[in-house]
């Protein structure tokens, strides 16, 4: 999970200060000497680590904090506002050419997964701002490159353009701009070539694509897993291209957070874009905000909303909202919610979203197993239909067959009968709440 490792440090640390009536200067230091450690810790460049400190204690020992009633909250609003600026203080829109298509050139070295996030790039503008993006295939150099990118252009249903491998990149970039144009396409993402280091050659052949396709974007692609060597490959590229954001990949896999953290410092570029798995559709727009509220363990509501509304059918909803109400709710039901869930990534990521999670009973700390949902799923599947639709018909000799059918036991089958009993219960009392009357004891499944 992204900034695992971090995250646990400054959650541990802003703890012992959260609670307390009065805060001193000496607290602060002791505070700040603890953040500096995990900062550092998780591969933050050492002159963005300086700053950073001198900036959050100037402001935390300022009167306004020390002066405060909840003092302790003060000082983690100056923390989260601190992280936020550090990132890039907000969200930086992509551009939008006034005379389209707009052009967009990726950039980065080889491995970082330019290509991928090309293709993902597209479904965003595709999925999410009704865009006609056209990709197009400029890396004549490493193997497979342009078979490459057809083929998650097939996968997307997004039109590639491609002239081969004997085309010069420059004369490809210029003709798909005019193939756009014909076919009003109004974003033009350019796969550039990357090579294994930074060299003049790799350099001069993206400046004459540069020079004369004039994009309206130049994104760097780069690996948050390799940490400071992500920052000094953007900081290479800057100085050479002045690129104008960075896309971060494998963010989810980076439990230390070191170039999410220092790029934006270093380079005085924006982060634009982030990387969150490999499926097609895990590139998230990047929020500062929303990612220091992560960071800190106090969620991220805005991005899991837009992360439902995304995923989740509205007709579908409604339909089992209404269900609730009537508790009418089955396992068929429970199946249909479950694959819209999976849809919106992994659970993991989405409790960390949700605030105060993980502080919940059952949920700090959790490593979530997905192997058990496929177990509940392949319980569910066993059932008949009537068993779906009515469990009370469930008898020992059917347990049997569902649990001989699943590949899993008898007690794992009335565990699952048991928390779905539970979840209809809370759902009535939940209704009859809203109806006025009083839940007594509510008590949540799988908590």
Not at 331 to 359: H, R, S, T, W
Not at 396 to 404: C, W
Not at 423 to 443: A, D, I, L, V, W
Request: proline fraction near 3%; hydrophobic fraction near 40%.
């Amino acid at each position: 999970m992204a900034f695992e490792g971090l995250s646990d440090r400054l959650q541990q640390t802003l703890k012992k200060i959260t609670g307390k009536g009065k805060v001193n200067e000496q607290d602060v230091n002791e505070m700040a000497r603890e953040i500096r450690l995990a900062l550092l810790e998780a591969d933050v460049n050492f002159k963005v680590v300086k700053n950073f400190i001198k900036q959050m204690k100037e402001k935390a020992v300022g009167q306004e904090v020390l002066e405060s009633l909840t003092p302790g909250q003060q000082v983690i609003k100056v923390v989260k506002e601190e992280l936020t600026e550090l990132m890039g203080g907000e969200q930086s829109k992509i551009a939008v050419s006034d005379r389209p298509p707009t052009v967009i050139m990726m950039t980065g070295l080889q491995g970082a997964g330019k290509t991928t996030t090309t293709g993902k790039l597209a479904n965003l503008l595709r999925r999410q701002y009704n865009r006609s993006p056209l990709l197009v295939a400029c890396d004549v150099y490493r193997p497979a490159a342009i078979q490459q990118l057809e083929t998650l252009g097939k996968q997307l249903d997004i039109p590639v353009f491609s002239m081969g491998t004997e085309t010069s990149p420059v004369e490809i970039a210029q003709k798909a701009i005019e193939k756009a144009k014909e076919e009003h396409n109004d974003y033009v993402i350019v796969d550039t070539a990357g090579r294994l280091h930074v060299d003049n050659e790799l350099m001069d052949e993206l400046q004459q694509i540069k020079d004369k396709v004039n994009p309206d974007e130049i994104f760097l692609v780069v690996d948050a897993m390799t940490g400071q060597d992500a920052v000094n490959v953007a900081e290479s590229f800057n100085e050479q291209l002045d690129v104008s954001g960075v896309v971060l990949t494998k963010l989810d896999g980076d439990t230390r957070g070191g170039a999410a953290l220092s790029i934006k410092s270093v380079t005085n570029k924006p982060i634009k874009f982030v990387g969150m798995g490999e499926k097609l559709d895990e590139l998230e727009v990047f929020h500062p905000e929303r990612m220091a509220s992560r960071i800190l363990g106090m969620g991220d509501v805005l991005t899991l909303i837009e992360k439902a509304q995304t995923n989740v059918d509205e007709k579908q909803a409604k339909a089992l909202e209404e269900k609730m109400r009537t508790m009418s709710f089955t396992f068929d039901d429970f199946l249909e919610q479950m694959d819209q869930v999976k849809n919106m990534g992994p659970l993991e990521d989405l409790l960390a979203m949700i605030p105060g999670a993980n502080k919940m009973k059952g949920l700090k700390n959790a490593q979530i197993d997905e192997k058990q949902l496929v177990h509940v799923e392949a319980i569910i599947q066993s059932m008949t239909k009537k068993e779906r639709q009515d469990p009370s018909v469930i008898n020992a000799s059917r347990k049997k067959r569902i649990a001989k059918g699943s590949g899993t036991t008898v007690s794992k089958v009335n565990r699952l009968l048991k928390q779905f009993d539970d979840m209809k219960k809370m759902m009535k009392q939940m209704t009859n709440m809203q109806k006025g009357k009083k839940g007594k004891g509510m008590k949540f499944p799988f908590m």
